[in-house]
Protein backbone atom coordinates (compact mmCIF):
# COMPACT_ATOMS: atom_id res chain seq x y z
CA UNK A 1 0.00 0.00 0.00
CA UNK A 2 2.73 2.19 -0.14
CA UNK A 3 3.04 5.37 -2.14
CA UNK A 4 6.36 4.77 -5.08
CA UNK A 5 9.76 6.17 -4.14
CA UNK A 6 8.22 6.11 -0.43
CA UNK A 7 9.61 4.14 2.50
CA UNK A 8 9.74 3.82 5.88
CA UNK A 9 11.15 1.98 9.08
CA UNK A 10 9.71 1.44 12.08
CA UNK A 11 11.48 -0.70 15.42
CA UNK A 12 9.07 -2.57 17.38
CA UNK A 13 10.25 -3.76 20.86
CA UNK A 14 8.01 -6.41 21.92
CA UNK A 15 8.59 -8.74 24.84
CA UNK A 16 7.27 -11.86 25.34
CA UNK A 17 5.73 -12.67 29.31
CA UNK A 18 4.12 -16.11 28.56
CA UNK A 19 4.95 -19.10 26.26
CA UNK A 20 2.78 -19.30 23.43
CA UNK A 21 2.13 -19.56 19.32
CA UNK A 22 1.54 -15.95 18.76
CA UNK A 23 1.48 -13.85 15.14
CA UNK A 24 1.37 -10.40 13.61
CA UNK A 25 -0.76 -8.83 10.62
CA UNK A 26 -1.64 -5.17 9.56
CA UNK A 27 -4.52 -3.24 11.16
CA UNK A 28 -5.04 -1.14 8.52
CA UNK A 29 -7.10 -2.37 5.40
CA UNK A 30 -6.01 -6.33 6.96
CA UNK A 31 -9.09 -7.57 4.82
CA UNK A 32 -6.98 -6.94 1.69
CA UNK A 33 -3.10 -6.92 3.37
CA UNK A 34 -3.62 -10.11 5.36
CA UNK A 35 -5.73 -11.71 2.58
CA UNK A 36 -2.56 -11.23 0.50
CA UNK A 37 -0.22 -13.13 3.17
CA UNK A 38 1.16 -10.53 4.92
CA UNK A 39 0.93 -12.03 8.40
CA UNK A 40 3.81 -14.55 10.18
CA UNK A 41 3.71 -16.48 13.55
CA UNK A 42 6.07 -15.78 16.67
CA UNK A 43 6.17 -19.27 18.49
CA UNK A 44 7.54 -18.46 22.20
CA UNK A 45 8.86 -21.99 23.72
CA UNK A 46 8.41 -22.34 27.57
CA UNK A 47 12.15 -23.20 28.70
CA UNK A 48 12.36 -26.62 29.79
CA UNK A 49 11.11 -30.13 29.45
CA UNK A 50 8.93 -30.43 26.65
CA UNK A 51 6.00 -32.48 25.77
CA UNK A 52 7.64 -35.41 23.26
CA UNK A 53 6.99 -35.24 19.77
CA UNK A 54 8.58 -36.14 16.57
CA UNK A 55 8.50 -33.42 14.53
CA UNK A 56 6.72 -30.08 14.87
CA UNK A 57 4.93 -27.96 12.03
CA UNK A 58 3.64 -24.33 12.31
CA UNK A 59 0.64 -23.74 9.83
CA UNK A 60 -1.11 -20.71 8.60
CA UNK A 61 -4.40 -21.39 7.60
CA UNK A 62 -6.32 -19.06 5.21
CA UNK A 63 -8.91 -18.57 2.83
CA UNK A 64 -9.03 -16.59 -0.33
CA UNK A 65 -11.05 -15.28 -2.69
CA UNK A 66 -10.42 -16.50 -6.26
CA UNK A 67 -12.43 -16.08 -9.17
CA UNK A 68 -12.61 -17.43 -12.97
CA UNK A 69 -10.15 -13.72 -13.64
CA UNK A 70 -8.26 -14.10 -10.62
CA UNK A 71 -8.38 -12.59 -7.62
CA UNK A 72 -11.93 -10.73 -6.78
CA UNK A 73 -11.44 -7.13 -6.27
CA UNK A 74 -11.62 -5.74 -3.23
CA UNK A 75 -13.50 -2.31 -2.34
CA UNK A 76 -11.92 0.68 -2.92
CA UNK A 77 -13.08 3.27 -0.33
CA UNK A 78 -13.49 0.47 2.62
CA UNK A 79 -14.27 -2.97 2.50
CA UNK A 80 -17.10 -5.11 1.27
CA UNK A 81 -18.39 -8.26 2.55
CA UNK A 82 -19.47 -6.01 5.61
CA UNK A 83 -22.19 -8.30 6.47
CA UNK A 84 -20.77 -11.68 7.02
CA UNK A 85 -16.92 -10.94 5.75
CA UNK A 86 -15.06 -11.73 3.43
CA UNK A 87 -15.40 -15.88 2.87
CA UNK A 88 -12.75 -17.16 0.76
CA UNK A 89 -13.15 -20.31 -2.01
CA UNK A 90 -9.69 -21.46 -1.92
CA UNK A 91 -7.97 -22.72 1.19
CA UNK A 92 -4.26 -21.95 2.01
CA UNK A 93 -1.82 -23.82 4.50
CA UNK A 94 1.26 -21.09 4.69
CA UNK A 95 -0.05 -19.08 1.75
CA UNK A 96 0.05 -22.28 -0.32
CA UNK A 97 -3.37 -24.57 -1.60
CA UNK A 98 -2.45 -28.26 -0.63
CA UNK A 99 0.17 -28.93 2.16
CA UNK A 100 2.24 -31.85 1.74
CA UNK A 101 4.29 -33.84 4.42
CA UNK A 102 5.72 -37.32 4.50
CA UNK A 103 5.96 -39.05 8.17
CA UNK A 104 6.69 -42.10 9.00
CA UNK A 105 4.91 -44.62 10.73
CA UNK A 106 3.48 -43.84 14.17
CA UNK A 107 5.49 -40.64 14.10
CA UNK A 108 3.81 -37.49 16.56
CA UNK A 109 3.43 -34.49 15.37
CA UNK A 110 3.20 -31.00 17.28
CA UNK A 111 0.87 -28.89 14.74
CA UNK A 112 0.77 -25.27 15.87
CA UNK A 113 -2.23 -24.16 14.23
CA UNK A 114 -3.29 -20.17 13.53
CA UNK A 115 -6.67 -19.01 11.63
CA UNK A 116 -5.39 -16.36 9.53
CA UNK A 117 -8.68 -15.83 8.06
CA UNK A 118 -10.76 -12.77 7.54
CA UNK A 119 -13.95 -14.28 8.60
CA UNK A 120 -13.94 -18.07 8.01
CA UNK A 121 -13.98 -20.27 11.52
CA UNK A 122 -12.80 -23.85 10.60
CA UNK A 123 -13.39 -26.97 12.32
CA UNK A 124 -10.35 -28.96 11.27
CA UNK A 125 -9.10 -32.79 11.95
CA UNK A 126 -7.18 -35.55 10.25
CA UNK A 127 -9.92 -38.28 10.08
CA UNK A 128 -8.51 -41.61 10.79
CA UNK A 129 -5.42 -40.24 13.13
CA UNK A 130 -6.02 -39.71 16.46
CA UNK A 131 -5.25 -36.27 18.29
CA UNK A 132 -5.30 -34.54 21.16
CA UNK A 133 -5.24 -30.37 21.96
CA UNK A 134 -2.30 -29.87 24.62
CA UNK A 135 -2.23 -25.92 24.33
CA UNK A 136 -4.32 -22.82 23.76
CA UNK A 137 -3.42 -19.14 21.78
CA UNK A 138 -0.98 -18.25 25.18
CA UNK A 139 -0.39 -21.38 27.29
CA UNK A 140 -1.22 -24.82 27.95
CA UNK A 141 -4.25 -26.24 29.11
CA UNK A 142 -4.62 -27.89 32.72
CA UNK A 143 -4.98 -31.04 30.89
CA UNK A 144 -4.80 -32.70 27.68
CA UNK A 145 -7.70 -33.81 25.46
CA UNK A 146 -8.59 -36.18 22.71
CA UNK A 147 -10.41 -34.61 20.24
CA UNK A 148 -12.40 -35.35 16.88
CA UNK A 149 -11.72 -31.89 15.71
CA UNK A 150 -10.43 -28.06 16.46
CA UNK A 151 -12.59 -25.41 16.01
CA UNK A 152 -10.38 -22.28 15.47
CA UNK A 153 -11.82 -18.88 14.61
CA UNK A 154 -9.78 -16.11 13.06
CA UNK A 155 -7.07 -15.02 15.57
CA UNK A 156 -7.12 -18.33 17.47
CA UNK A 157 -4.20 -20.69 17.67
CA UNK A 158 -4.82 -24.08 19.13
CA UNK A 159 -1.47 -26.88 19.63
CA UNK A 160 -2.46 -30.24 18.76
CA UNK A 161 -0.40 -33.30 18.73
CA UNK A 162 -1.83 -36.06 16.09
CA UNK A 163 -0.15 -39.11 15.94
CA UNK A 164 -0.35 -41.45 12.00
CA UNK A 165 -0.61 -45.12 13.60
CA UNK A 166 -1.47 -46.58 9.79
CA UNK A 167 0.63 -46.38 6.52
CA UNK A 168 -0.99 -44.54 4.22
CA UNK A 169 -2.73 -41.01 3.22
CA UNK A 170 -4.46 -38.79 5.93
CA UNK A 171 -6.44 -35.78 4.95
CA UNK A 172 -6.21 -32.57 6.90
CA UNK A 173 -9.70 -31.35 6.18
CA UNK A 174 -12.29 -28.84 7.11
CA UNK A 175 -15.19 -30.04 8.29
CA UNK A 176 -18.32 -28.26 8.90
CA UNK A 177 -21.93 -27.72 8.39
CA UNK A 178 -23.23 -24.63 6.09
CA UNK A 179 -26.36 -22.69 6.17
CA UNK A 180 -27.80 -22.14 3.02
CA UNK A 181 -29.83 -18.89 3.71
CA UNK A 182 -31.84 -18.92 0.09
CA UNK A 183 -33.25 -22.65 0.66
CA UNK A 184 -33.24 -22.67 4.88
CA UNK A 185 -31.50 -25.89 4.93
CA UNK A 186 -28.41 -27.51 6.48
CA UNK A 187 -25.72 -28.70 4.10
CA UNK A 188 -22.06 -30.33 5.29
CA UNK A 189 -19.33 -28.97 3.95
CA UNK A 190 -15.70 -30.97 3.62
CA UNK A 191 -13.04 -29.27 2.27
CA UNK A 192 -8.96 -30.63 1.49
CA UNK A 193 -6.53 -28.51 3.27
CA UNK A 194 -3.64 -31.11 2.83
CA UNK A 195 -2.40 -34.64 2.56
CA UNK A 196 0.01 -36.26 4.75
CA UNK A 197 1.30 -39.69 3.93
CA UNK A 198 2.57 -42.16 6.20
CA UNK A 199 5.31 -44.73 4.89
CA UNK A 200 5.97 -48.00 5.95
CA UNK A 201 8.97 -47.69 7.99
CA UNK A 202 8.05 -47.43 11.62
CA UNK A 203 9.32 -44.42 13.69
CA UNK A 204 12.77 -44.90 15.21
CA UNK A 205 11.90 -42.89 18.55
CA UNK A 206 8.21 -44.45 18.62
CA UNK A 207 6.78 -42.06 21.35
CA UNK A 208 3.03 -44.35 21.42
CA UNK A 209 3.36 -44.33 25.49
CA UNK A 210 3.81 -40.48 26.38
CA UNK A 211 1.18 -39.80 23.05
CA UNK A 212 -1.30 -42.42 24.54
CA UNK A 213 -1.34 -40.79 28.32
CA UNK A 214 -3.45 -37.63 28.66
CA UNK A 215 -0.80 -35.48 30.76
CA UNK A 216 -2.01 -32.91 33.32
CA UNK A 217 0.27 -29.86 33.69
CA UNK A 218 1.11 -29.72 36.89
CA UNK A 219 3.21 -26.33 36.18
CA UNK A 220 0.20 -24.88 34.54
CA UNK A 221 -2.47 -25.68 37.43
CA UNK A 222 0.08 -24.17 40.04
CA UNK A 223 0.24 -21.17 37.74
CA UNK A 224 -3.61 -20.72 37.90
CA UNK A 225 -3.88 -20.87 41.56
CA UNK A 226 -3.58 -17.05 42.30
CA UNK A 227 -6.69 -16.94 39.70
CA UNK A 228 -9.16 -19.69 40.85
CA UNK A 229 -10.76 -17.03 43.69
CA UNK A 230 -11.64 -14.90 41.19
CA UNK A 231 -13.56 -17.39 39.08
CA UNK A 232 -16.52 -17.63 40.59
CA UNK A 233 -17.34 -13.39 41.13
CA UNK A 234 -20.01 -11.62 39.21
CA UNK A 235 -19.48 -9.55 36.25
CA UNK A 236 -17.56 -6.05 36.59
CA UNK A 237 -17.92 -5.93 32.67
CA UNK A 238 -20.48 -6.13 30.22
CA UNK A 239 -20.47 -5.93 26.17
CA UNK A 240 -23.41 -6.73 24.00
CA UNK A 241 -22.32 -7.52 20.51
CA UNK A 242 -24.94 -6.10 17.77
CA UNK A 243 -25.60 -4.88 14.65
CA UNK A 244 -27.16 -2.14 12.82
CA UNK A 245 -28.24 -2.11 9.36
CA UNK A 246 -29.23 0.82 7.21
CA UNK A 247 -30.79 0.32 3.69
CA UNK A 248 -29.62 -3.18 2.75
CA UNK A 249 -31.65 -4.17 -0.53
CA UNK A 250 -34.62 -5.51 -0.07
CA UNK A 251 -34.09 -9.54 -0.57
CA UNK A 252 -30.97 -9.39 1.64
CA UNK A 253 -33.25 -8.44 4.09
CA UNK A 254 -35.65 -11.38 3.50
CA UNK A 255 -32.18 -13.97 3.25
CA UNK A 256 -31.63 -12.61 6.57
CA UNK A 257 -34.71 -13.15 8.45
CA UNK A 258 -34.45 -17.23 7.67
CA UNK A 259 -32.27 -16.90 10.59
CA UNK A 260 -35.25 -16.34 13.13
CA UNK A 261 -36.26 -20.33 11.65
CA UNK A 262 -32.63 -21.68 11.18
CA UNK A 263 -30.53 -20.36 13.49
CA UNK A 264 -26.89 -20.77 13.44
CA UNK A 265 -24.82 -20.12 16.18
CA UNK A 266 -21.85 -19.96 13.88
CA UNK A 267 -21.66 -18.92 10.36
CA UNK A 268 -19.52 -21.80 8.66
CA UNK A 269 -19.57 -20.50 5.08
CA UNK A 270 -20.28 -18.12 2.61
CA UNK A 271 -23.66 -19.20 1.80
CA UNK A 272 -25.02 -15.78 0.45
CA UNK A 273 -22.25 -14.35 -1.73
CA UNK A 274 -23.78 -11.78 -3.48
CA UNK A 275 -26.00 -10.29 -0.93
CA UNK A 276 -23.00 -9.99 1.35
CA UNK A 277 -20.45 -8.97 -1.38
CA UNK A 278 -22.91 -5.89 -2.26
CA UNK A 279 -22.83 -4.94 2.07
CA UNK A 280 -20.62 -2.37 2.78
CA UNK A 281 -20.04 0.41 6.09
CA UNK A 282 -22.66 2.27 4.14
CA UNK A 283 -25.16 -0.07 5.31
CA UNK A 284 -23.40 -2.50 8.20
CA UNK A 285 -22.26 -1.00 11.67
CA UNK A 286 -21.20 -3.27 13.50
CA UNK A 287 -21.60 -2.62 17.11
CA UNK A 288 -19.88 -3.15 20.90
CA UNK A 289 -22.29 -1.96 23.33
CA UNK A 290 -21.61 -1.21 27.02
CA UNK A 291 -24.93 -1.53 28.46
CA UNK A 292 -23.71 0.05 31.90
CA UNK A 293 -23.26 3.50 30.45
CA UNK A 294 -24.70 3.29 26.52
CA UNK A 295 -21.87 4.18 24.93
CA UNK A 296 -20.44 1.89 21.75
CA UNK A 297 -17.65 0.97 20.30
CA UNK A 298 -14.79 3.72 20.36
CA UNK A 299 -16.43 6.15 22.48
CA UNK A 300 -16.19 3.02 25.32
CA UNK A 301 -13.30 3.60 27.60
CA UNK A 302 -13.32 1.13 30.24
CA UNK A 303 -10.62 1.83 32.76
CA UNK A 304 -8.57 -1.39 34.81
CA UNK A 305 -6.24 -1.96 37.98
CA UNK A 306 -3.36 -3.45 37.29
CA UNK A 307 -2.97 -6.80 38.80
CA UNK A 308 -6.70 -6.60 39.37
CA UNK A 309 -8.31 -8.91 37.49
CA UNK A 310 -11.37 -8.37 35.80
CA UNK A 311 -14.18 -10.62 34.94
CA UNK A 312 -15.88 -9.61 31.45
CA UNK A 313 -19.21 -10.85 30.18
CA UNK A 314 -19.48 -10.87 26.20
CA UNK A 315 -23.46 -11.06 24.85
CA UNK A 316 -23.89 -11.66 21.11
CA UNK A 317 -27.42 -10.72 20.92
CA UNK A 318 -29.70 -13.57 19.46
CA UNK A 319 -32.59 -10.53 18.29
CA UNK A 320 -29.83 -8.79 16.39
CA UNK A 321 -31.22 -8.62 12.56
CA UNK A 322 -28.25 -10.91 11.56
CA UNK A 323 -26.98 -12.74 14.40
CA UNK A 324 -23.33 -13.68 13.65
CA UNK A 325 -19.72 -15.14 15.58
CA UNK A 326 -17.81 -12.87 16.66
CA UNK A 327 -13.75 -13.65 17.53
CA UNK A 328 -13.30 -10.90 19.84
CA UNK A 329 -9.38 -10.18 20.60
CA UNK A 330 -7.71 -8.28 23.55
CA UNK A 331 -4.50 -6.36 22.61
CA UNK A 332 -1.51 -6.13 25.03
CA UNK A 333 -3.51 -9.06 27.92
CA UNK A 334 -4.04 -12.52 28.43
CA UNK A 335 -7.39 -14.05 29.56
CA UNK A 336 -9.33 -17.21 31.09
CA UNK A 337 -12.74 -18.76 29.02
CA UNK A 338 -14.40 -19.21 32.59
CA UNK A 339 -17.94 -19.83 30.92
CA UNK A 340 -19.36 -20.35 27.65
CA UNK A 341 -23.68 -20.32 28.03
CA UNK A 342 -23.14 -20.73 32.07
CA UNK A 343 -21.15 -23.84 31.16
CA UNK A 344 -18.19 -23.41 33.35
CA UNK A 345 -14.47 -24.40 31.40
CA UNK A 346 -13.27 -26.97 33.71
CA UNK A 347 -9.80 -27.00 31.26
CA UNK A 348 -8.04 -23.17 31.43
CA UNK A 349 -5.82 -22.16 29.37
CA UNK A 350 -4.67 -18.43 28.65
CA UNK A 351 -6.04 -16.82 25.53
CA UNK A 352 -5.83 -14.06 23.82
CA UNK A 353 -8.79 -14.23 21.24
CA UNK A 354 -12.41 -16.14 22.02
CA UNK A 355 -15.24 -16.89 19.49
CA UNK A 356 -18.50 -15.69 20.64
CA UNK A 357 -21.29 -17.89 19.07
CA UNK A 358 -24.41 -15.95 17.91
CA UNK A 359 -26.64 -15.92 20.73
CA UNK A 360 -23.89 -16.88 23.02
CA UNK A 361 -22.69 -15.60 26.16
CA UNK A 362 -19.01 -16.31 27.27
CA UNK A 363 -17.11 -14.87 30.51
CA UNK A 364 -13.93 -14.20 30.73
CA UNK A 365 -11.24 -13.35 33.53
CA UNK A 366 -9.15 -10.70 32.03
CA UNK A 367 -5.62 -10.93 33.64
CA UNK A 368 -4.71 -7.05 33.39
CA UNK A 369 -0.80 -7.44 34.26
CA UNK A 370 0.10 -5.43 31.48
CA UNK A 371 -0.76 -1.36 31.70
CA UNK A 372 -0.65 0.61 28.99
CA UNK A 373 -3.93 2.06 26.73
CA UNK A 374 -5.24 -0.95 24.35
CA UNK A 375 -8.03 -2.21 22.14
CA UNK A 376 -10.68 -4.33 21.97
CA UNK A 377 -12.43 -5.96 18.91
CA UNK A 378 -13.71 -8.64 16.67
CA UNK A 379 -11.14 -9.95 14.82
CA UNK A 380 -13.46 -10.50 11.32
CA UNK A 381 -11.45 -7.52 9.18
CA UNK A 382 -14.90 -6.55 8.05
CA UNK A 383 -16.31 -6.06 11.70
CA UNK A 384 -13.57 -3.93 12.44
CA UNK A 385 -13.39 -1.76 9.57
CA UNK A 386 -17.50 -1.24 9.98
CA UNK A 387 -16.58 0.04 14.28
CA UNK A 388 -16.52 -3.25 16.25
CA UNK A 389 -13.59 -2.04 18.32
CA UNK A 390 -13.42 -0.12 21.73
CA UNK A 391 -10.60 1.01 23.80
CA UNK A 392 -9.68 -0.15 27.29
CA UNK A 393 -6.55 1.38 29.53
CA UNK A 394 -4.80 -0.75 32.39
CA UNK A 395 -3.44 1.85 34.88
CU1 LIG B 1 -17.44 -9.71 14.31
Same mark, same amino acid.
Not at 164 to 186: C, E, M, S, T, Y
Not at 241 to 263: A, C, K, N, W
Given at each position: ???? +?????? $? ?6 ? *? ?14 ? *? ?58 ? +??? +? ?14 ? $? ?5 ? $? ?45 ? +? ?72 ? $? ?76 ? *? ?75
Amino acid at each position: MGVE +GVSDAF $TYKVRFPD *AGIYWYHPHIREDIQQ *ALGLYGNILVRQPGARIPANREQILMLQDLLVGDAGLIPWGQESPTHALMGRFGNVLLVN +GEP +GYRLSVRRGEVVRYYL $TNASSTR $TLNVSFPGARMKVVAADAGPFEHEAWVESVVIAPAERYVVHVRFDKP +GQVALVNKVIALDHLFGRFFPLVDTLGVVTVSRDPVRNDLRASFDALRRDAGAVAALEPYRRFLDKAPDQTLVL $TLQTHGLPYLTERLMQVDSIYFAPVEWGGTMPMMNWASTGQQVRWVLKDPATGRENLDIAWHFQRGKPVKIRLVNERR *AFHGMQHPIHLHGQRFLVLAVNGVPNTDLAWKDTVLVPAGGVVDILLDTANPGDWMLHCHIAEHLSTGMMMHFTVN
